[in-house]
């Protein structure tokens, strides 16, 4: 918004920011209620990724672009999927050759669903959310310090594969593959200690929400992930139980 936009060039230095969200043009800022509750569109000139960089992360932050990573693959690349179950430990200590693959794949995929949807008016680009409806209602609901963004989408993953299952869209083998591979790369699947009424009030905020009714990304196999309006939202609570203890 400064001087109606200055022209600006992203180069990101942590894993998560080089997968996710140097590309695509959203900007925002969080406010206590809601994540990204304030925001616009306004793409880079360019994105530089160099993945040498990212030799000096610290593991936590490793781990929460993994969670990112592991969205995409969940999402929309079943070949990735399987690329991060055989390279769990290159991807938790730093592998130059496996960080470009994870980069590549997951910007290719962001920037081909972006192109289709830039501004989310199509239904497209809303899959990318997967994972962060309960995500980011975690990180508002306690004041963005406890977690970091990848560790709220990680128990967002997970909750959204076993609402699959329950739903009858996912094979219950495919939610445990997700399950393994979160736990193998050391991302929590529930959390405790987190007021589930604090949470149900920031779902409220969330923009997939129209007109009173809950919309879903949820995936239906390793690879794909579709947006449903069919869920009722006391299920959907009764469910998030398992996942957000106090």
């Known amino acids: 918004m400064f001087r109606r936009g200055v022209p600006y060039v992203q180069l990101p230095t942590t894993l998560l920011a080089q997968v996710d969200s140097s590309i695509g043009g959203k900007v925002g800022i969080d406010l206590p209620e809601a994540k990204n509750a304030v925001g616009a569109f306004y793409q880079p000139r360019v994105v530089f990724d160099h993945v040498g960089v ?34 769990v430990t290159a991807c938790l200590h730093g592998n130059p050759q496996v960080d470009r693959v ?16 830039e501004r989310e008016t199509r239904g497209v680009r809303t899959r990318l959310n997967l994972g962060h409806t309960l995500g980011h209602a975690l990180e508002a609901a306690t004041g963005y310090r406890r977690f970091t963004h990848g560790e709220a989408i990680a128990v967002g993953l997970a909750y959204a594969s076993h609402l699959s299952v329950t739903q009858g869209l ?9 399950i393994r591979l979160l736990r193998a790369l050391g991302l929590p699947t529930a959390v405790t200690g987190v007021s589930l009424g604090a949470v149900k009030r920031a779902l409220r905020y969330d923009k997939k ?30 469910l998030m139980r398992e996942y957000v203890k106090p």
């Open 170 to 178: 996912m094979a219950t083998a495919a939610r445990q593959r997700i």
């Open 102 to 117: 994870m980069v590549e794949r997951c910007a290719r995929i962001k920037a081909r669903v972006v192109s289709r949807d």
């Open 209 to 238: 929400f129209i007109r009173g009714k809950s919309r879903w990304v949820l995936p239906t196999q390793i690879g794909r992930a579709i947006v449903t309006e069919g869920v009722p939202m006391s299920e959907a609570m009764r």
């Open 54 to 87: 990212l030799r000096s992360l610290p593991l936590r932050q490793r781990r929460s672009g993994l969670a990112e990573i592991l969205k995409y693959a969940v999402m929309a690349d079943a070949w990735l999927f399987r690329f991060l179950e055989r390279h």
